[in-house]
């Protein structure tokens, strides 16, 4: 069936440089996007998000790029800090039932190295 | 600000205990969600509540009953609790529905059934 789904499940970088992290989706019905970051015993916060008919939006020190012509969905992070080590979700308004809901994916640690 | 308070926390249950959790929000949001999340996973809708009054079910409802008690409140009870519901526990809120817009969440609360 469709998900949304990551290519990675962890990922390291050193601190200062640009993180990317990838999210592929298989409902081209999708038509909103976001980005939660989660720190450890904690509930999922709010970064960026971007409706379809968007390729690009920016946030401060993020970049949310969306493909949809390969279904793709990708959150930049400038100049990345220790206190963005977390773990990050992208979510798609997928269709379930009648109503759409947001649908999660399973997330990538992202650890942010001295 | 509160913004979302679920109780509680922590709780363990024995197989076939019952228990209900509760959820709050003082941001005068229509709809209310439940999510589980558990190791390795992304978060899965339960039970949402677009509007008071109204509930429906999510990805995976079975074995959990909801009641949106007023515009602030909506909680999630577990009949007979089983291992398989030993999770984490979300409790979210929205401004509108559809799928669109940011969910607020609460702090989690840790659910372990023995």
């Known amino acids: 069936g469709e998900s949304v789904g990551l290519h990675l499940p962890t990922l390291s970088v050193q601190e200062g440089d640009n993180s990317i992290i990838n999210c592929a989706y298989s409902n081209s019905a999708s038509d909103y996007f976001i980005w939660y970051k989660q720190e450890s015993g904690k509930g999922p916060q709010f970064i960026i998000d971007i409706r379809s008919n968007m390729d690009k939006r920016q946030g401060q020190r993020v970049t949310v790029l969306l493909n949809k012509t390969v279904k793709h969905l990708s959150l930049q992070i400038a100049a990345t800090q220790p206190g963005d080590s977390a773990v990050y979700f992208c979510?798609?308004?997928?269709?379930?039932?009648?109503?759409?809901?947001?649908?999660f994916g399973s997330g990538t640690q992202l650890t942010v190295l001295p | 600000n509160a913004g979302v308070t679920q109780t509680p926390k922590f709780q363990v249950l024995k197989t076939g205990q019952s228990m209900t959790l509760q959820c709050a929000q003082d941001m005068n949001h229509n709809s209310m969600y439940w999510y589980r999340q558990d190791p390795g996973m992304g978060l899965r809708l339960i039970y949402y509540s677009a509007s008071e009054g109204t509930t429906d079910k999510g990805e995976v409802p079975n074995g959990y009953n909801v009641s949106r008690l007023n515009k602030r409140e909506f909680s999630l009870r577990l009949e007979s609790a089983a291992p398989s519901q030993t999770s984490v526990y979300f409790c979210?809120?929205?401004?509108?529905?559809?799928?669109?817009?940011?969910?607020?969440f609460g702090e989690g609360s840790r659910l372990t059934v023995l």
């Open positions: 979210a809120s929205s401004v509108g529905t559809g799928g669109r817009g940011e969910l607020f």
């Open positions: 979510a798609e308004n997928r269709l379930s039932g009648s109503a759409r809901q947001l649908t």
